[in-house]
C-alpha cells in the first residue's frame, strides 16, 4: 500500500510541467489540502525541496542528495515481475547482505543499495570506501541455476552496460579496465565485485556488487585515493541526480541480466567490450599472485580472459590477475 507522500511524489514527477495544484493532489489522494501540507512536511524532513506558488501548486525543486527507496521505485521504467528493491541507511556490505537474504530464502531478483557500508569490499579483500551518502553501494541477487562456466563473461557484460548507460546519462566517456574497474582516464570511479554460490555443478546464488562513485568528493578520500579515483559529479562539473541515476542503471542491469541469461548478450558482447577496452594495445604488467608478466595486451578471448603477448610474440591468458598499465 503506498503512502500519502509516495502518492504525492508520483504525482509532482508524473506531472510533465513539473506543478501540481494543492487542491489537485488533494482531490487525487482524497485528502484535505492541510493534510496534503502536513505529508509535504514530511517529504521535506527527508531531504525533498518543494517549490510553492499560489497560481501553480508545487513542483518538485531538488530530490534528496542520498539514496531513497521510494524515489528510485517510481522511476524505475523495467521492473522485473516480482522484483524488489531495498535501500538501508547502514550495512557491512550490500554483497553480504544480499548473500545472506538469498540464504534465508528471499525470492529473486532483487536490490539491496545502502547510503553507506562498514565494510564494503573489493576484488583480493580489499577495502572499497563507502562512507560517502553521495555515491552508490549496490548489490544485485540472482538464482541463475546454471553451470559456472556460462557465467565467464558476466562481469564483463555488465561493465560494457554500465559503461554505456553512464555515458548516455553523463555525456562523459567511461572506459573499462580489464576485469571490473570503470575508468575515466586512468581514475576508477565504479568496481563491480561478482560472487556465487555453487551448488551440485550450478549456480545457486549469483550476487552482482557495484560502487560507483557518484556525487562524492575525491578531496576527502584517504590516502592517495583521490590521484587514482573520481567521481562522475566530479567529472560532470556539477553533482547528478543520484536517484535518477540509480533506476536507470537498476534498469539496465535488470534488462542485462536477462538478456545475459537468454543467451542473447553473445552477438553484441564483443563489440561493445572492444568499444570500452582501454587496456588493448597498451602495454601491461599482469600480476598473478606472486608472478608479474609483462607484455602488450591484445584483448579478450571468448571466456573473458586477458590476452597478454609477450615479448618473443607468444600469448598469455589469464583469467584473474591485477593490471597496471606501463607508463
Ligand atoms: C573492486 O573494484 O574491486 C570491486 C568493488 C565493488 C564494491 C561494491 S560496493 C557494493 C558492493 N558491496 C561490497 O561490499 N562490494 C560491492
Known amino acids: 500500500m503506498p503512502t ?19 487542491t489537485a493532489l488533494a482531490r487525487r489522494l482524497g485528502i484535505s489540502r492541510v493534510a496534503v501540507w502536513q505529508h509535504m512536511r514530511k517529504l521535506r524532513a527527508q531531504g525533498f525541496a518543494f517549490e510553492a506558488q499560489r497560481a ?14 521510494a524515489l528510485i521505485e517510481l522511476q524505475l521504467k523495467v521492473r522485473p515481475r516480482g522484483f524488489t528493491l531495498v535501500v538501508l541507511d547502514e550495512v557491512d556490505s550490500t554483497n553480504d547482505e544480499a548473500a545472506r537474504q538469498l540464504g534465508a530464502g528471499r525470492a529473486a531478483p532483487f536490490a539491496i543499495l545502502a547510503r553507506r557500508q562498514t565494510r564494503g569490499r573489493g576484488r583480493f579483500g580489499r577495502t572499497w570506501q563507502s562512507g560517502d551518502t553521495g555515491n552508490l553501494y549496490a548489490s544485485f541477487a540472482f538464482r541463475p541455476r546454471v553451470a559456472p562456466d556460462r557465467m565467464q563473461t558476466f562481469t564483463l557484460w555488465m561493465g560494457v552496460n554500465l559503461c554505456e548507460l553512464v555515458a548516455n546519462f553523463t555525456g562523459l566517456a567511461p572506459g573499462l579496465k580489464w576485469p571490473n574497474d570503470i575508468v575515466f582516464d586512468g581514475r576508477k570511479a565504479g568496481g563491480m565485485l561478482t560472487e556465487a554460490r555453487v551448488d551440485a555443478d550450478q549456480i545457486r546464488d549469483l550476487v552482482f556488487g557495484l560502487g560507483l562513485n557518484v556525487n562524492g568528493s575525491s578531496a576527502d578520500w584517504p590516502g592517495d585515493l583521490p590521484r587514482r579515483a573520481v567521481a562522475l559529479g566530479e567529472l560532470a562539473g556539477a553533482p547528478l541526480d543520484l536517484n535518477r541515476l540509480t533506476a536507470a542503471i537498476i534498469g539496465r542491469v535488470l534488462l542485462a541480466y536477462e538478456r545475459f541469461a537468454a543467451g542473447e548478450h553473445l552477438p553484441a558482447f564483443p563489440d561493445l567490450w572492444h568499444r570500452y577496452d582501454v587496456l588493448r594495445g597498451r602495454r601491461a604488467t599482469v600480476l598473478e599472485g606472486s608472478r608479474r608478466h609483462a607484455g602488450m595486451v591484445t584483448g579478450i578471448d571468448d571466456q ?24
Do not use: C, M
Open 56 to 69: 501553480r501548486g508545487y513542483r518538485l525543486a531538488a530530490p534528496p542528495a542520498g539514496l531513497h527507496a
Open 4 to 22: 500519502p507522500e509516495n502518492l504525492i511524489l508520483r504525482e509532482l514527477l508524473g506531472e510533465k510541467t513539473g506543478w501540481v495544484s494543492g
Open 304 to 327: 573473458g580472459a586477458l590476452l597478454l603477448r609477450d615479448e618473443r610474440g607468444g600469448t598469455q591468458r589469464f583469467r584473474a590477475g591485477e593490471v597496471t598499465l606501463e607508463k
